[in-house]
């Protein structure tokens, strides 16, 4: 039985199947949000005037100003679900008509009028505009930052206007599933280009022709191009290697025997890092080696991240866009990983 064979075959069921539920991630994440977290109707979305009565400005002094905060939070809260809708329908976002206007009462509007109404400057507070700091403290504390009076507030707001709603076991599944993606990437990006398949045990049947590169820059260097190699049936295509690592693998090749070769990845390119022979274990150079991961692979990672996760943010939403960024950064310390495995050899 071909044990070598079997190995292969279960490492590329595993490798697919993990793929295969990364696939998945978008694909629920981006159901319509009906399905997902039971959509409001617009209809039923409360306007200014509903939201002015169940939060009257009443009152003198602080008191005013409290109630005043307590109705642009509710305002901001009702406008936020209303943005979350369109956004969860359509990227980039797209109201309907219909939902702009609304979105529009509910935001500039509705600050526009209470500002008015209290006497404040239409945008900024002034440093002596102490009733007017006070109020923006507050609206802040009521959306972010004082998780009591933020859930207290939401809850208001639930039962004034939403009463028969209730979050769905599709949307804690959705949020449960979002996390699980969020957390999953980077592994999976680890798993992909982890140190997998990087030693290759065997007899030198065949080595392609190479040449000769010198880079330039700061990470000067020459280095040695092959088209492949053949080691115990197992087939390595285009790889690169340091000119004292070909020496040793064309007396490896001449001797005969069975060889361990450790093969890792820069980037796109293959990467001979160490060979075992009957004389001893050859690696290549630590100090190139060590040079290329700290600058090559950590700087690419990172850039395919962030540009990945700007583009998928556009199709799949901010968290599986930086899902998507978060699978690159791991698949950049799975290649780290893969490397030093592959050094260290058989």
């Known amino acids: 039985m071909n044990w070598r064979l079997l190995r292969d ?9 993990i793929v295969l539920i990364l696939l998945a991630c978008p694909v629920l994440a981006t159901a319509p949000a009906s399905a997902q977290s039971g959509e409001i109707a617009l209809s039923d979305i409360p306007g200014p005037a509903e939201i002015e009565a169940a939060f009257p400005i009443e009152g003198e002094g602080a008191a005013r100003i409290e109630a005043a905060a307590r109705q642009q939070a509710a305002f901001d809260h009702i406008s936020t679900i209303l943005y979350r809708q369109a956004s969860k329908r359509s990227k980039p976002l797209n109201f309907r008509p219909d939902e702009q206007k609304l979105y529009t009462a509910l935001t500039d509007d509705a600050k526009a009028r209470i500002r008015a109404e209290m006497g404040f400057p239409k945008s900024i507070c002034g440093p002596a505009e102490k009733d007017c700091r006070a109020f923006e403290e507050l609206v802040t504390d009521y959306t972010v930052r004082d998780r009591k009076k933020k859930h207290a507030l939401e809850a208001e ?10 979050v769905s076991g599709v949307e804690r599944t959705t949020g449960w599933f979002v996390i699980a993606c969020l957390t999953g990437a980077p592994v999976l990006g680890l798993v992909v280009f982890g140190p997998f398949g990087v030693i290759y045990r065997g007899e030198l049947n065949a080595i392609g022709s190479g040449v000769v590169y010198e880079g330039g820059g700061m990470l000067r260097m020459a280095e040695v191009r092959r088209t492949h190699l053949t080691i115990g049936g ?30 890792g990845r820069v980037l796109h390119l293959r990467w001979l890092l160490s060979i075992r022979s009957g004389t001893g274990t050859m690696r290549a150079n630590l100090g190139g080696a060590l040079l290329r991961q700290m600058f090559l ?3 690419f990672a990172i850039v395919a991240a962030v540009l990945a996760a700007m583009l998928a943010s556009l199709v799949l939403g901010l968290y599986l866009g930086v899902a998507v960024g978060l699978f690159f950064i791991g698949a950049g310390g799975g290649q780290i990983l893969a490397n030093l495995r592959a050094w260290f050899g058989a």
């Open 297 to 299: 692979i950590p700087f």
């Open 157 to 166: 707001i639930e039962a004034a206007f939403f009463p028969k709603r209730e």
């Open 9 to 17: 075959i279960d490492r590329t069921i595993v490798r697919m199947s």
């Open 234 to 263: 197992r087939e390595v295509r285009e790889f690169v290697l340091s000119p004292r690592m070909d020496d040793a693998l064309e007396e490896a090749a001449d001797r005969g025997g069975e060889v361990g070769l450790g093969v």
